[in-house]
């Protein structure tokens, strides 16, 4: 999926659950440290693959990832949802992830699409704070990563990432991870997540072999 304008500029795109066609993505998904990292960080009994999303943004990308949290376009609840954020390529602090810190305390709040800022329809959730307008009002973390590094962060945290204004790509891939209370939830109005039926009964646990 194209996230970027059409304008002649970098390319900024996406693509979700490539672990089901390409077996290197599978393999890293299963065979890699990623679950165990993923289920420390959540201090999870046990902990199951949701989903993957791989995130590329050409040099000369001028869109920003819009600032926002990653479980309210998802059906899903809990606590013990995390992503495990790893760069291909080298990530200047200047255009890597950025976190507003203490937000995953925060209430749920409208998602919006990547590719043309619409928010999600009937969702009955408010929208997000203006972030970016009133970034003097928060504390924003940020890390400048190498490959064979990785960022963990819980679902609900605020995020986003600038443009990319350098000369090299940056291309990371995201696994989503759920623990113990990870619960099922069907969301009134629209949603991303996941992307087909997965059987289960509104409520139940996020678990499978």
Request: aromatic content about 10%; hydrophobic content about 35%.
């Amino acid at each position: 999926e194209e996230y970027g304008a059409n304008d002649g500029s970098g390319r900024f795109f996406g693509d979700l659950d490539i672990n089901r066609r390409h077996q290197a993505f599978r393999s890293f998904v299963f065979d890699s440290p990623a679950a165990a990292i993923a289920g420390a960080v959540l201090r999870a009994n046990r902990i199951n693959f949701f989903y993957d999303h791989l995130l590329v943004k050409e040099p000369g990308a001028t869109k920003r990832t819009p600032w926002h949290q990653d479980q309210p376009y998802r059906a899903v609840s809990g606590n013990q949802v995390c992503s495990v954020w790893l760069p291909f390529d080298p990530v200047a602090k200047d255009v890597s992830l950025e976190f507003v810190k203490g937000s995953h305390k925060w209430p749920e709040f409208n998602p919006h699409h990547f590719s043309d800022g619409r928010p999600y329809e009937n969702t009955g959730l408010p929208p997000l704070p203006d972030i970016e307008g009133s970034r003097e009002k928060h504390d924003i973390a940020t890390f400048a990563t190498s490959p064979g590094d990785c960022i963990v962060f819980q679902a609900m945290i605020v995020h986003g990432a600038p443009p990319n204004h350098g000369n090299d790509r940056r291309r990371a891939l995201a696994t989503r991870w759920t623990g113990d209370d990870a619960r099922f939830r069907v969301r009134s109005g629209e949603m991303a997540i996941p992307t087909r039926d997965p059987g289960l009964e509104p409520g139940a646990r996020m678990d499978c072999e």
